[in-house]
Antibody, heavy 120, light 107 residues
Framework: EVQLVESGGGLVQPGGSLRLSCAAS????????IHWVRQAPGKGLVWVSR????????TYADSVKGRFTISRDNAKNTVYLQMNSLRAEDTAVYYC?????????????WGQGTLVTVSS | DIQMTQSPSSLSASVGDRVTITCRAS??????LNWYQQKPGKAPKLLIY???TLQRGVPSRFSGSGSGTDFTLTISSLQPEDFATYYC?????????FGGGTKVEIK
C-alpha cells in the first residue's frame, strides 16, 4: 500500500525555520517525483515545490523561492522541505504528494498533511 | 503564471443529479489538466489526469473532457459520497496552478 506520512509541522515565530519530512513506503520511491502542496485554513490548494527522482531538479513557487529548499534521501525514502524566514502567510497544512510515474505533475497519492503555524 | 478559473464556485445538487464543473486556463495547456476531489479535513484525491483519463479506482460516473483552455468535469449521477470540493490543476508548466475550487453541496 502506498503511504506518505508528513511530519515536522508546528508553531514557529515569524522569521523562524522548520523542516518538514515526508516518509514514503509501499512503492519504489526513487522512481517518482514528489511535490509539496499547501492549503491555508479555509482556502484553496497552492503548489509549493517539486523534486525529480534523483534530486537533481527542483522547482519552486515564486512565493517560497529563496526561502524553502526541497531535497530527498532515496536511501531513507524521505523528502524534506526546509523552510526558512517563515512568514505569517506561510501558515497552512502542508501536503506531500507523489507524481504519477509518467505524468509526474499529476499527484496520485497524498499524505495526510502537517500543519505549520507561523505566529508570534 | 497560468491562471485557472473554475465555475461555479459552489453549487447545490441532489443525489442522482448530473453535475458539471468548468475550468478555464488563461492560455492553452493542451491536455495537461488534472481534477481533484477534497473532503473536509482530508487530503485531495486525484480523479482525472490528462484532461480525460480516469485515475484507477475512481468510479466511472466521473468524466473529464476538454483541451486547450476549456475543460469540464462531469458527475453523471451524483452520489452521497460525492459531496466535496473539486479543484482543477494545470500541469503544463511550472508553477503548477490550481483553480479556486467548486464546492458541491447537498440541496
Amino acid at each position: 500500500e502506498v503511504q506518505l506520512v508528513e511530519s515536522g509541522g508546528g508553531l514557529v515565530q515569524p522569521g523562524g525555520s522548520l523542516r518538514l519530512s515526508c516518509a514514503a513506503s509501499g512503492f519504489t520511491f526513487s522512481s517518482y517525483w514528489i511535490h509539496w502542496v499547501r492549503q491555508a485554513p479555509g482556502k484553496g490548494l497552492v503548489w509549493v515545490s517539486r523534486i525529480n527522482i534523483d534530486g537533481s531538479t527542483t522547482t519552486y513557487a515564486d512565493s517560497v523561492k529563496g526561502r524553502f529548499t526541497i531535497s530527498r534521501d532515496n536511501a531513507k525514502n524521505t523528502v524534506y522541505l526546509q523552510m526558512n524566514s517563515l512568514r505569517a502567510e506561510d501558515t497552512a497544512v502542508y501536503y506531500c504528494a507523489r507524481g504519477d510515474l509518467y505524468y509526474y505533475d499529476s499527484a496520485n497519492y497524498w499524505g495526510q498533511g502537517t500543519l505549520v503555524t507561523v505566529s508570534s | 503564471d497560468i491562471q485557472m478559473t473554475q465555475s461555479p464556485s459552489s453549487l447545490s445538487a441532489s443525489v442522482g443529479d448530473r453535475v458539471t464543473i468548468t475550468c478555464r486556463a488563461s492560455q492553452s495547456i493542451t491536455n495537461y489538466l488534472n481534477w481533484y476531489q477534497q473532503k473536509p479535513g482530508k487530503a485531495p484525491k486525484l480523479l482525472i489526469y490528462a484532461a480525460s483519463t480516469l485515475q484507477r479506482g475512481v468510479p466511472s460516473r466521473f468524466s473529464g473532457s476538454g483541451s486547450g483552455t476549456d475543460f469540464t468535469l462531469t458527475i453523471s449521477s451524483l452520489q452521497p459520497e460525492d459531496f466535496a470540493t473539486y479543484y482543477c490543476q494545470q500541469s503544463y508548466i511550472t508553477p503548477l496552478t490550481f483553480g479556486g475550487g467548486t464546492k458541491v453541496e447537498i440541496k
